[in-house]
Each structure stands twice: as structure tokens, then as C-alpha cells.
Nanobody, 115 residues
Framework: QVHLVESGGGLVLPGGSLRLSCAFS??????MGWYRQFPGKKRELVAR???????NYADSVKGRFTISRDNAKRTVYLQMNSLKPDDTAIYYC???????????WGQGTQVTVSS
């Protein structure tokens, strides 16, 4: 059984911060990433980090979001600062696994930025 559990979403004021966490328990894994989906739109990449710690970010979040991972805890984090209302979305965690080309996905966590 594969588990990929996200936490840390919620309601925050514009300019505020949130930290998302994603813990993986499903065997071996490689890169991990965060994606988000706006209402009525396709899921899109937010940030991704390789097994070696190399990070990539969407242009819309560069300088504001930071992805990191703790291999001992089998957890990936997304620190989100200077949040904007346009960041409001459902955020999903993803992990690369050798047995599924699509990877595995978490259930999603809602992030709402509003005054």
C-alpha cells in the first residue's frame, strides 16, 4: 500500500506564510514535488526537488516558495512566503517511484489566501 499524506494547508492573509508537508511511505522513491490546481484549470507544477536536492520552481513562485526534503523522515516540504490571493488552490504532493511512470499523488490540501 502506498501512502503520500499532505498537511499544512489552510487560510492565510495576503503576505502571510504557510508550510506544507508531505510524508511518503510506499517503498523507494526519487524526486518529489508540489503541484497546484486552480478552479477550472489544469494541475500545474509549483516546485520539484530531485533525490540529489536540486530544486526547480515555477516562475510564478520563484523567490517566494522554497522546496526542501528530509530523506530520513521521508518528507518533502514547501515553505510558502509572501502569499497572494492568486496562490489560492489545491496543492498536491507527488513522488517518483520505480513501479509507476505517473508517480504517486497525495489527496491534496487546500490553500486559501484571502483578507
Amino acid at each position: 500500500q502506498v501512502h503520500l499524506v499532505e498537511s499544512g494547508g489552510g487560510l492565510v492573509l495576503p503576505g502571510g506564510s504557510l508550510r506544507l508537508s508531505c510524508a511518503f511511505s510506499g517503498g523507494t522513491f526519487n524526486g518529489m514535488g508540489w503541484y497546484r490546481q486552480f478552479p477550472g484549470k489544469k494541475r500545474e507544477l509549483v516546485a520539484r526537488i530531485s533525490s540529489g536536492g536540486v530544486a526547480n520552481y515555477a516562475d510564478s513562485v520563484k523567490g517566494r516558495f522554497t522546496i526542501s526534503r528530509d530523506n530520513a523522515k521521508r518528507t518533502v516540504y514547501l515553505q510558502m512566503n509572501s502569499l497572494k490571493p492568486d496562490d489560492t488552490a489545491i496543492y498536491y504532493c507527488n513522488a517518483d517511484v520505480p513501479y509507476n511512470a505517473l508517480g504517486v499523488w497525495g489527496q491534496g490540501t487546500q490553500v486559501t489566501v484571502s483578507s
